[in-house]
T-cell receptor, first 113, second 114 residues
Framework: AAGVIQSPRHLIKEKRETATLKCYPIPRHDTVYWYQQGPGQDPQFLISFYEKMQSDKGSIPDRFSAQQFSDYHSELNMSSLELGDSALYFC????????????FGEGSRLTVL | AQKVTQAQTEISVVEKEDVTLDCVYETRDTTYYLFWYKQPPSGELVFLIRRNSFDEQNEISGRYSWNFQKSTSSFNFTITASQVVDSAVYFCALLGASGSRLTFGEGTQLTVNP
């Protein structure tokens, strides 16, 4: 069965550069979530989208933005990268919100040098 | 507000020992979901189980079992006859019906030594 696809899997950037992560949800899933997991930390919720509209917002820095496109894939844009942005970024998808059926991608590992 | 507490930061056992990972949660929602995820060194989050708040039946899946007790707001996870491949960080998580975000505990690093 198709899973949540994240790309790239690994990304290395310099400070102050920009990075874009992509997430392709499971087919027919209309909700996408982004989580950030710093080294030795638990995943923290950043933002979610339902039917291409932002549905919830967590601790996402102002330097970050995200959107969900008409094909339901989502992109997380991170600008003015800082060392502290180095983390694993997970995308998850579900069919609707609050269903409890959440599927995670394998994560994108961002390293900021 | 929701909160998940995994009091055990690290646990180290010898292969074949049984080990229980504790999880205590707080939520005002009457409907919610509880999860356990395994995160091996490779980094992906591996789904282990989901439980909704109305289903207090304990569950067993192979060497894994889960004990959900609403009275104590706990959802503990036991690995029987642990194996080296069980070494990973294990996260307990909560999803309230009133929101769409998962709240994770801080994780328990389990090391199974041969």
């Amino acid at each position: 069965a198709a899973g949540v696809i994240q790309s790239p899997r690994h990304l290395i950037k310099e400070k102050r550069e920009t990075a874009t992560l992509k997430c392709y949800p499971i087919p027919r899933h209309d909700t996408v979530y982004w989580y950030q997991q710093g080294p030795g930390q638990d995943p923290q919720f950043l933002i979610s989208f339902y039917e291409k509209m932002q549905s919830d917002k967590g601790s996402i820095p102002d330097r970050f933005s995200a959107q969900q496109f008409s094909d339901y894939h989502s992109e997380l844009n991170m600008s003015s990268l800082e060392l502290g942005d180095s983390a694993l970024y997970f995308c998850a998808s579900s069919a609707g919100t609050n269903t409890g059926e959440l599927f995670f991608g394998e994560g994108s590992r961002l390293t900021v040098l | 507000a929701q909160k998940v507490t995994q009091a055990q930061t690290e646990i180290s056992v010898v292969e074949k020992e049984d080990v229980t990972l504790d999880c205590v949660y707080e939520t005002r929602d009457t409907t919610y979901y509880l999860f356990w995820y395994k995160q091996p060194p490779s980094g992906e989050l591996v789904f282990l189980i989901r439980r909704n708040s109305f289903d207090e039946q304990n569950e067993i899946s192979g060497r894994y079992s889960w004990n959900f007790q609403k009275s104590t707001s706990s959802f503990n996870f036991t690995i029987t006859a642990s194996q080296v491949v069980d070494s990973a960080v294990y996260f307990c998580a909560l999803l309230g019906a009133s929101g769409s975000r998962l709240t994770f505990g801080e994780g328990t690093q389990l090391t199974v030594n041969p």
